[in-house]
């Protein structure tokens, strides 16, 4: 029984690394899009990245200073539900 409960806490944590990582590649992504540096609606890149590592986007909202926030819920999920992530990026202060 508690080896089944690290298997199924130590996979939790793999997937909230591979959510949370999916976040962050689709709204730097979605970032220079968005300033201009790369083409392409910044929520359509972020949501592209996000798809090619098997997340999808539960929201993406622009921000101030050309800032971006992605959501993101990996495709896969486990016996404790699925795992999301949060990022948000933009250009320097």
């Given amino acids: 029984m508690a080896a089944v ?3 199924l806490l130590a996979q939790s944590a793999v997937q909230a690394s591979r959510a949370a990582s999916a976040a962050d590649l689709a709204a730097l992504a979605g970032a220079d899009a968005l300033r201009g540096i ?3 609606e910044p929520c359509t890149v972020a949501n592209d990245v996000a798809s090619r590592h098997a ?3 539960l929201s993406c909202v622009k921000g101030p200073g050309l800032t971006l926030e992605v ?6 999920r486990s016996m404790l539900g699925a795992a999301t992530g949060r990022a948000r990026a933009g250009p320097p202060p």
């Avoid at 959501?71 to 896969?76: A, D, P, S, V």
């Fill in 5 to 7: 409960l690290v298997m």
């Fill in 38 to 40: 790369s083409a392409g």
């Fill in 55 to 57: 997340a999808r986007v």
């Fill in 71 to 76: 959501r993101t819920e990996l495709h896969e």
